[in-house]
């Protein structure tokens, strides 16, 4: 009875523990940018690792129906800090880049700011959408976001690497990231938009009853 139990909980919690697997990456890659930099291959792999699981978390859940809004918010918590985390250790550790335009610096910094603040803003309503238990699933934009999020992070560490241990057009790389950063940027502000809309409702109502 009891392994019967004890396999039940895994079953049940499988889809957080996944994301707790890219809550797990993401302090590795704040410890590893903070004391070990030149490690920043072990810091790519643990970026992967962190994607895979967040392409997977969702669809357990829902597979096994086993969607909670304690869920849905450990897998909001673990987007923000994974991208905010990669984010800040790129531009802390490896960054200005030489012989990179002053501008496109500033516009990069710019950017990356703009994200980490709009993450810190969503994860923010997803907490007053818990406190006045509204839904705080993903919108169609947020998840559009997630993927635009990923890939810069993912082909900003690489570009990195490549740059560091062959030949790379690093002012290329910038480029295609400030595009993909750009566009997460846009869709941050749609997906924030759908959370106020959605909480406007949904506080609206529960007054009125």
Same mark, same amino acid.
């Given at each position: 009875?009891?392994?019967?139990?004890? !396999?039940? *909980?895994?079953?049940?919690?499988?889809?957080?523990?996944?994301?707790?697997?890219?809550?797990? /990456?993401?302090?590795?890659?704040?410890?590893? @940018? #903070?004391?070990?930099?030149?490690?920043?291959?072990?810091?790519?792999?643990?970026?992967?690792?962190?994607? #895979?699981?967040?392409?997977?978390? @969702?669809?357990?859940?829902r +597979? &096994?129906?086993?969607? +909670?809004?304690?869920?849905?918010?450990?897998?909001?918590?673990?987007?923000k800090?994974?991208? /905010?985390?990669?984010?800040?250790?790129?531009?802390?550790?490896? *960054?200005?880049?030489?012989?990179?335009?002053?501008?496109a610096?500033?516009?990069?910094?710019?950017?990356?700011?703009?994200?980490i603040?709009?993450?810190?803003?969503?994860? +923010?309503?997803?907490?007053?959408?818990?406190?006045?238990?509204?839904?705080?699933?993903s919108? !169609?934009?947020? !998840?559009?976001?997630?993927?635009?999020?990923?890939?810069?992070?993912?082909? *900003?560490?690489?570009?990195?690497?490549l740059?560091?241990?062959?030949?790379?057009?690093?002012?290329?790389?910038?480029?295609?990231?400030?595009?993909l950063?750009?566009?997460a940027?846009?869709?941050?502000? !749609?997906?924030l938009?759908?959370?106020y809309?959605r909480?406007?409702?949904?506080?609206? &109502?529960?007054?009125?009853?």
């Amino acid at each position: 009875m009891g392994s019967l139990n004890k !396999k039940g *909980w895994f079953e049940q919690n499988s889809a957080n523990l996944i994301t707790s697997v890219r809550l797990v /990456c993401s302090f590795c890659i704040i410890f590893l @940018g #903070i004391n070990r930099p030149e490690m920043i291959v072990i810091m790519f792999c643990l970026i992967l690792m962190a994607t #895979i699981s967040d392409f997977l978390d @969702g669809r357990i859940a829902r +597979s &096994k129906k086993i969607v +909670s809004t304690f869920g849905g918010f450990l897998d909001r918590l673990a987007d923000k800090l994974f991208i /905010c985390s990669g984010i800040i250790i790129i531009i802390w550790r490896y *960054w200005p880049i030489n012989n990179l335009h002053p501008l496109a610096e500033i516009v990069t910094e710019g950017i990356g700011a703009t994200l980490i603040l709009l993450e810190l803003i969503l994860i +923010s309503s997803s907490i007053v959408g818990i406190i006045y238990k509204l839904s705080i699933a993903s919108n !169609k934009f947020g !998840k559009i976001k997630m993927t635009l999020e990923s890939a810069a992070v993912i082909f *900003w560490f690489l570009a990195l690497i490549l740059n560091r241990y062959y030949w790379f057009d690093m002012e290329l790389a910038i480029i295609i990231i400030n595009v993909l950063l750009a566009l997460a940027v846009f869709y941050a502000v !749609k997906s924030l938009g759908g959370y106020y809309q959605r909480f406007t409702e949904g506080i609206k &109502k529960a007054v009125d009853n």
